[in-house]
């Protein structure tokens, strides 16, 4: 007879902003609902956690969840920047993946599920060493992951690589997505000529792998992207669409307990754009922000910055420390530049984002196209201008503007006379329009992580069946 055992989740996040932070609020939800978690972080987000969240007193509330870290094997002062991606996981490879797979081996509480992001190919051969199941979560956009997963194809049809020609010639290999993608709404690393380049090989490795979980868990909602969602069934069957998650966390939190802040940010948030934001009208603002990894050049700074002053709209410009790359020098910068930020605009380094979103005063999203940014734009009804920086960055902003309409894509583009008028057609001409589209979906969303919807019904499957597992 098999012998009960508990079940035990070991979730592994990339030890990034955007999926450290979606993947604790799966965490929470998990144990919220008594299943004990633990969740593995890098010495180097785990320390930014400890010092700017109260992630480690909140976690507290639940008895059977802990943290485990591991050194990532980077130096300390290593920027973890969007580019060092490939290098970070080489990195890990060599320093966390073997700690990881002997806590795996020796766990007091054997472990009864493994969930992992889905970039960590080593996941699938520890899985099978202890026996237990895997479940990978892709952090990124399902129709990203879905341009990767289609990648093997692409390179077939020759479709893939490409360099900077032709980027607006449809792609025909990427099921579901005809008429919708062109070359430059793919993932930028497939712009290149050398397909052993480290992303890429990269990528065709997660598609191998994708397919040997049990289960991969996405962070969106059925009725965003449900025809994507039946692309990506035909590899991977068992498919739990649990998103949004930062919202889905708010609704299990409410009938359970009220908290009012979530935050996981591994930057020390100011506050005081809050107090600004109070000061400015209703639906005035638009934020800027390129989330935790993309950066910019001293000369794409200048034009958005004068973009947004010459459009005359308040702004609240996230700028993050080391997000300008080069030079990064401010002074002497234009006499108006200075005059027009003093009179309409707040600058900090790192926000509140959700609280920001959230801001009655904050009518449209000037963002990179981060997933997590996307969602929490889309559930806050915002919105956006999408300037993407890479990976999934590219798709997401394509979506937003042809597919869910919520907003205009510049990719490819940054030009001050452009940043002025997508800014002043989002937040002026077709404020209206956009608003309404924006506010369909931010409905369908939380109905979604509501009980009955279809996120909501989906977690209740995914806890249901953790707490079944057994080894
Ligand atoms: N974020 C934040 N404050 C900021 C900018 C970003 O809290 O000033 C958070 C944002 O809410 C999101 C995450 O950082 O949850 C960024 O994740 P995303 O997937 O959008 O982009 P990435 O940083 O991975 O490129």
Same mark, same amino acid.
């Given at each position: 007879?098999?012998?009960?055992?508990?079940?035990?989740?070991?979730?592994?996040?990339?030890?990034?902003?955007?999926?450290?932070?979606?993947?604790?609020?799966?965490?929470?939800?998990?144990?919220? /609902?008594?299943?004990?978690?633990?969740?593995?972080?890098?010495?180097?987000?785990?320390?930014?956690?400890?010092?700017?969240?109260?992630?480690?007193?909140?976690?507290?509330?639940?008895?059977?969840?802990?943290?485990?870290?591991?050194?990532?094997?980077?130096?300390?002062?290593?920027?973890?920047?969007?580019?060092?991606?490939?290098?970070?996981?080489?990195?890990? %490879? @060599?320093?966390?993946?073997?700690?990881?797979? !002997?806590?795996?081996?020796?766990?007091?509480?054997?472990?009864?599920?493994?969930? @992992?992001?889905?970039?960590?190919?080593?996941?699938?051969?520890?899985?099978?060493?202890?026996?237990?199941?895997?479940? $990978?979560?892709?952090?990124?956009?399902?129709?990203?992951?879905?341009?990767?997963?289609?990648?093997?194809?692409?390179?077939? @049809?020759?479709?893939?690589?490409?360099?900077?020609?032709?980027?607006?010639?449809?792609?025909?290999?990427?099921?579901?997505?005809?008429?919708?993608?062109?070359?430059?709404?793919?993932?930028?690393?497939?712009?290149?000529?050398?397909?052993?380049?480290?992303?890429?090989?990269?990528?065709?490795? !997660?598609?191998?792998?994708?397919?040997?979980?049990?289960?991969?868990?996405? /962070?969106?909602?059925?009725?965003?992207?449900?025809?994507?969602?039946?692309?990506?069934?035909?590899?991977?069957?068992?498919?739990?669409?649990?998103?949004?998650?930062?919202?889905?966390?708010?609704?299990?939190?409410?009938?359970?307990?009220?908290?009012?802040?979530?935050?996981?940010?591994?930057? !020390?948030? %100011?506050?005081?754009?809050?107090?600004?934001? %109070?000061?400015?009208?209703?639906?005035?603002?638009? $934020?800027?922000?390129?989330?935790?990894?993309?950066?910019?050049?001293?000369?794409?700074?200048?034009?958005?910055?004068?973009?947004?002053? /010459?459009?005359?709209?308040?702004?609240?410009?996230?700028?993050?420390?080391?997000?300008?790359?080069?030079?990064?020098?401010?002074?002497?910068?234009?006499?108006?530049?200075?005059?027009?930020?003093?009179?309409?605009?707040?600058?900090?380094?790192?926000?509140?984002?959700?609280?920001?979103?959230?801001?009655?005063?904050?009518?449209?999203?000037?963002?990179?196209?981060?997933?997590?940014?996307?969602?929490?734009?889309?559930?806050?009804?915002?919105?956006?201008?999408?300037?993407?920086?890479?990976?999934?960055?590219?798709?997401?902003?394509? $979506?937003?503007?042809?597919?869910?309409?919520?907003?205009?894509?510049?990719?490819?583009?940054?030009?001050?006379?452009?940043?002025?008028?997508?800014?002043?057609?989002?937040?002026?001409?077709?404020?209206? !329009?956009?608003?309404?589209?924006?506010?369909?979906?931010?409905?369908?969303?939380?109905?979604?992580?509501?009980?009955?919807?279809?996120?909501?019904?989906?977690?209740?499957?995914?806890?249901?069946?953790?707490?079944?597992?057994?080894?």
């Amino acid at each position: 007879m098999q012998h009960e055992r508990e079940a035990h989740v070991f979730i592994f996040p990339l030890p990034l902003q955007g999926p450290v932070n979606c993947m604790l609020k799966l965490a929470e939800i998990l144990s919220i /609902n008594k299943i004990k978690v633990t969740f593995l972080n890098t010495d180097y987000i785990h320390q930014r956690l400890c010092s700017h969240t109260d992630v480690p007193i909140r976690f507290r509330n639940y008895p059977d969840f802990c943290f485990r870290t591991v050194p990532d094997g980077l130096p300390e002062e290593n920027p973890r920047t969007g580019t060092e991606i490939g290098n970070l996981l080489e990195s890990m %490879d @060599a320093s966390a993946v073997p700690i990881f797979r !002997e806590m795996l081996l020796t766990a007091e509480t054997p472990v009864t599920c493994l969930i @992992a992001d889905g970039i960590f190919t080593f996941a699938t051969d520890v899985a099978a060493e202890i026996g237990a199941p895997l479940l $990978y979560f892709d952090t990124v956009s399902p129709c990203g992951l879905w341009t990767y997963l289609c990648l093997p194809k692409l390179i077939e @049809a020759g479709e893939v690589p490409f360099k900077d020609d032709n980027l607006d010639e449809m792609i025909i290999n990427a099921p579901g997505m005809e008429g919708i993608i062109r070359r430059r709404d793919l993932p930028s690393f497939y712009r290149t000529n050398d397909l052993n380049d480290q992303i890429i090989q990269l990528v065709l490795r !997660e598609d191998e792998h994708i397919p040997l979980a049990q289960g991969v868990i996405f /962070n969106t909602f059925h009725h965003l992207e449900a025809p994507i969602l039946a692309q990506l069934r035909t590899v991977c069957p068992n498919i739990y669409a649990l998103g949004p998650l930062h919202a889905h966390l708010k609704a299990r939190l409410a009938s359970w307990e009220a908290r009012p802040t979530t935050s996981n940010s591994i930057w !020390e948030e %100011d506050g005081s754009c809050i107090s600004w934001l %109070d000061k400015q009208p209703s639906k005035s603002v638009v $934020y800027v922000s390129i989330g935790s990894l993309a950066v910019m050049t001293r000369d794409q700074m200048c034009e958005i910055w004068h973009g947004l002053v /010459n459009s005359g709209v308040r702004f609240l410009w996230v700028r993050r420390p080391g997000s300008v790359t080069g030079d990064s020098d401010e002074t002497g910068i234009d006499q108006e530049l200075a005059r027009g930020t003093e009179e309409r605009g707040c600058i900090v380094r790192w926000a509140p984002q959700e609280e920001v979103l959230a801001h009655p005063a904050v009518g449209g999203f000037l963002t990179h196209s981060g997933w997590n940014s996307t969602l929490e734009s889309m559930v806050e009804g915002k919105p956006m201008i999408c300037w993407p920086y890479f990976v999934d960055q590219q798709v997401n902003s394509r $979506y937003v503007e042809v597919v869910w309409k919520v907003g205009l894509d510049m990719k490819d583009s940054c030009d001050r006379v452009v940043v002025e008028k997508m800014v002043r057609e989002v937040m002026e001409s077709r404020k209206d !329009e956009f608003l309404k589209g924006a506010e369909e979906v931010a409905e369908s969303a939380r109905a979604a992580v509501s009980p009955g919807g279809s996120s909501f019904a989906d977690m209740d499957r995914l806890i249901e069946e953790i707490k079944t597992m057994k080894i």
